[in-house]
């Protein structure tokens, strides 16, 4: 009898230990998915902390050239800018939000503006026609240059007499294309599909490219995790 209870009270010792065991596992594994889920998050906000920035164009000289890659951070493929303080009366005047400068489609062409190894966000611009009212203009906005993944399509349409603030929130973008075409003739002595941009805002960001010390606790975590969730489930079935 004695023997008996003595085994009994083993057995339940022995028990309460594997209980105990898979109970710290339990937490344990909690605990570590929680942190990749940290780690994660922390990574995604680092992406968001950059601050806007508004281009007026204003800084450069001379009163009219292409704009130069490099500009702002940013390639320039075909916009010219003009100082439109003596020019003739047109949208390029009209369009003018901070003077003196503005820029331009040059030659009516496709125009786009880009990174090489960074993304982003492109918020929003003043636009203007200027010499056709209801002047159309296609904007895209791509992920992995002119011929990646297009992630963005807006069409606006603008008139000569003034400028207007359009909003677009294209994020995550390194490529971006303007295409004008259409309109009527508004009077002006001129002519062509020009449209005028003014205070260009975005925000430039770095592609998220984990640190290796982020990889290496994103395995040894991810290893953890499938190890103690090995030991979990077989202590879940000592438990049953």
Same mark, same amino acid.
């Given at each position: 009898?004695?023997?008996?209870?003595? @085994?009994?009270?083993?057995?339940?010792?022995n028990?309460?230990?594997?209980?105990?065991?898979?109970?710290?596992?339990?937490?344990?594994?909690? @605990?570590?998915?929680?942190?990749?889920?940290?780690g994660?998050?922390?990574?995604?906000?680092?992406?968001?902390?950059?601050?806007?920035?508004t281009? @007026?164009? #204003?800084?450069?000289?001379g009163?009219q050239?292409?704009?130069?890659?490099?500009?702002?951070?940013?390639?320039?493929e075909?916009?010219?800018?003009?100082?439109? @303080?003596?020019?003739t009366?047109?949208?390029?005047?009209?369009?003018?939000?901070?003077?003196?400068?503005?820029?331009?489609?040059?030659?009516?062409?496709?125009?786009?503006?880009?990174?090489?190894?960074?993304?982003? #966000?492109?918020?929003?611009?003043?636009?203007?026609?200027?010499?056709?009212?209801?002047?159309?203009?296609?904007?895209?906005?791509?992920?992995?240059?002119?011929s990646?993944?297009?992630?963005?399509?807006?069409t606006?349409?603008?008139?000569?007499q003034?400028?207007?603030?359009?909003?677009? #929130?294209?994020l995550?973008?390194?490529?971006?294309?303007?295409?004008s075409?259409?309109?009527?003739?508004?009077?002006?002595?001129?002519?062509?599909?020009?449209?005028?941009?003014?205070n260009?805002?975005?925000?430039?960001?770095?592609?998220?490219v984990?640190?290796?010390?982020?990889?290496?606790?994103?395995?040894?975590?991810?290893?953890?995790m499938?190890?103690?969730?090995?030991?979990?489930?077989?202590?879940?079935?000592i438990?049953?």
């Open positions: 009898m004695i023997g008996f209870q003595f @085994t009994k009270r083993r057995g339940k010792a028990s309460d230990i594997t209980l105990s065991k898979f109970q710290a596992t339990k937490k344990l594994l909690k @605990t570590a998915i929680i942190a990749v889920s940290v994660i998050a922390a990574a995604i906000v680092d992406t968001k902390q950059a601050q806007a920035v281009i @007026t164009f #204003d800084d450069l000289p009163s050239n292409p704009i130069a890659n490099g500009y702002a951070g940013l390639n320039w075909n916009f010219y800018y003009l100082n439109t @303080t003596s020019f009366p047109s949208g390029y005047v009209n369009g003018t939000v901070s003077p003196e400068n503005v820029a331009y489609n040059g030659f009516e062409k496709t125009v786009a503006i880009s990174t090489v190894n960074d993304i982003f #966000d492109f918020n929003s611009t003043y636009l203007t026609s200027a010499w056709n009212d209801n002047l159309t203009v296609l904007i895209e906005g791509f992920i992995g240059g002119e990646g993944q297009k992630k963005y399509s807006q606006v349409i603008l008139n000569t003034a400028s207007t603030l359009f909003t677009f #929130d294209f995550g973008i390194d490529y971006l294309r303007f295409t075409s259409g309109g009527n003739n508004a009077g002006y002595n001129g002519k062509g599909t020009h449209f005028v941009m003014d260009f805002t975005f925000n430039k960001k770095t592609k998220p984990p640190e290796p010390i982020t990889i290496f606790g994103s395995l040894t975590a991810g290893g953890m499938l190890t103690l969730h090995r030991k979990y489930k077989q202590q879940k079935n438990k049953q």
